[in-house]
């Protein structure tokens, strides 16, 4: 069984800070690209940014300069660092990780829970 569990959501003022973290844990045999999406009411879900193994990165437009991508690959974790907030970034934000566990000879895509950012004064 793999798990990804996320943490550092909140209620945060626009320009405000605000760091997520997602750590995979259970049966891996590997990690591809670990990585970040939102889902804001009545929209699709969309990629914020990714990171691979190697730490090359690789973000949405929306976010780039404000949004900081790293990963932690000891630890089989991720995290975001978000900067300069705006209500618009408003959204659930999902982790990804795109991994092969002991149980398989694939790579699939596995995803965390969720958790809300809201971004409001």
């Known amino acids: 069984q793999v798990q990804l569990v996320e943490s550092g959501g909140g209620l945060v003022q626009p320009g405000g800070s605000l760091r997520l973290s997602c750590a995979a844990s259970g049966s891996i045999y590997s990690i591809n690209v670990m990585g970040w999406y939102r889902q804001a009411p009545g929209k699709q879900r969309e990629l914020v940014a990714s990171?691979?193994?190697?730490?090359?990165?690789n973000y949405a437009d929306s976010v780039k300069g404000r949004f900081t991508v790293s990963r932690d690959n000891a630890r089989n974790t991720v995290y975001l660092q978000m900067h300069s907030l705006k209500p618009e970034d408003t959204a659930v934000y999902y982790c990804?990780?795109?991994?092969?566990?002991?149980?398989?000879?694939?790579?699939?895509?596995?995803w965390g829970q969720g958790t809300q950012v809201t971004v409001s004064s």
């Open positions: 990804n990780a795109n991994l092969r566990s002991y149980t398989s000879t694939w790579y699939n895509d596995y």
């Open positions: 990171i691979n193994s190697d730490g090359l990165s």
